[in-house]
Nanobody
Framework: QVQLVESGGGSVQAGGSLRLSCAAS????????MGWYRKDPGKQRELVAT???????NYADSVKGRFAISRDNAKNTVYLQMNSLKPEDTAVYYC?????????????????WGQGTLVTVSS
């Protein structure tokens, strides 16, 4: 079964740091872009950061300079280092990956989502 498994969420005071991890497992041929999104109750899901297979990154303006996304291609894992956390960063964070799977001789694209991990920042 192909899946993303997240870890690293929790509670922290404002100004603190957390590191999220997300590992892809299963019969994956390759992984293109990986990323993190977040959703606060009552709000739409928003992009936090993405990283391509070549290491190119993109960040939401609200997290630039505070968050850093990275990946370990050998481990099919993406990380999100979150520093200088603010109460408005409180949300459920979801990992996302664009993967290539193979069924018999056919390659196909699939988008995977993690189960979500809660990050709570108190003032």
């Amino acid at each position: 079964q192909v899946q993303l498994v997240e870890s690293g969420g929790g509670s922290v005071q404002a100004g603190g740091s957390l590191r999220l991890s997300c590992a892809a497992s299963g019969s994956i041929v390759s992984i293109n872009t990986m990323g993190w999104y977040r959703k606060d109750p009552g709000k739409q899901r928003e992009l936090v950061a993405t990283i391509t297979s070549g290491g190119g990154t993109n960040y939401a303006d609200s997290v630039k300079g505070r968050f850093a996304i990275s990946r370990d291609n050998a481990k099919n894992t993406v990380y999100l280092q979150m520093n200088s956390l603010k109460p408005e960063d409180t949300a459920v964070y979801y990992c996302n990956a664009q993967v290539i799977l193979r069924t018999l001789s056919i390659f196909h694209n699939r988008e995977l989502w993690g189960q979500g991990t809660l990050v709570t920042v108190s003032s």
